[in-house]
């Protein structure tokens, strides 16, 4: 179970990332686009082995953390902007 949430945890993470970070593009917020980008990047490294290499269930649950990364990721990006 642990892996399990490790896994959906950091799809969310990377997921999360990107959908602020498009939306940090969108606005020409800098600082967002550069934290982001490297998130993106330093998740995106330990994630392609662990999902390429994973049985239909491990690719599923990270399919989960990853829809529910992109929508969490433009709901706090547009929070930040209405501060």
């Given at each position: 179970?642990?892996?399990?949430?490790k896994?959906f945890?950091?799809?969310?993470i990377q997921?999360?990332?990107i959908?602020?970070?498009?939306?940090f593009?969108?606005k020409s917020?800098?600082?967002?686009i550069?934290?982001?980008?490297?998130?993106i990047s330093?998740?995106?490294?330990g994630n392609?082995?662990?999902?390429s290499l994973?049985?239909?269930?491990?690719?599923?649950?990270y399919?989960?953390g990853a829809?529910?990364g992109g929508?969490?990721?433009?709901?706090?990006?547009?929070t930040?902007?209405?501060?």
């Amino acid at each position: 179970m642990k892996e399990k949430i490790k896994l959906f945890s950091t799809a969310f993470i990377q997921v999360f990332l990107i959908s602020a970070n498009t939306y940090f593009i969108s606005k020409s917020f800098y600082i967002g686009i550069a934290f982001a980008g490297f998130g993106i990047s330093w998740f995106w490294t330990g994630n392609v082995k662990k999902v390429s290499l994973g049985k239909w269930k491990e690719r599923l649950i990270y399919s989960l953390g990853a829809t529910a990364g992109g929508l969490f990721g433009v709901l706090v990006s547009k929070t930040i902007f209405k501060l």
